[in-house]
C-alpha cells in the first residue's frame, strides 16, 4: 500500500460519524445492572449480626473478662 491510498482509506473511514452517546449507552445500562445486583447483595446481608443475639449474648458471657478497659482511654 502507498502512502496516498494509506490516506484516502483513513480519511474515508472518518468521515462516517455517528451518535457516540447511542452507541455507548449499552455501557451505562451494564453498570447499573452490576451496581443494583451489588446493592442487592449489600442490602441482604443487613442486620445480619441480630439475627443471632442469642449467640452473640452467649459469646459475650463467655468472653467478659477477655476486654481490658483500663489504660486506652477510648
Known amino acids: 500500500m502507498t502512502l496516498a491510498t494509506i490516506i484516502?482509506?483513513?480519511a474515508e473511514e472518518t468521515e462516517h460519524h455517528g451518535n457516540v452517546a447511542l452507541e455507548t449507552v449499552g455501557y451505562?445500562?451494564?453498570a447499573m445492572v452490576v451496581f443494583a445486583?451489588?446493592?442487592l447483595v449489600t442490602l441482604s446481608h443487613r442486620n445480619v449480626a441480630n439475627r443471632h443475639s442469642r449467640k452473640a449474648d452467649?459469646?459475650?458471657k463467655a468472653h467478659?473478662?477477655?476486654v481490658q478497659r483500663a489504660g486506652h482511654g477510648h
Open 37 to 39: 445486583g451489588l446493592a
Open 64 to 66: 467478659a473478662n477477655d
Open 28 to 30: 451505562g445500562i451494564v
Open 8 to 10: 484516502a482509506l483513513a
Open 58 to 60: 452467649a459469646y459475650a
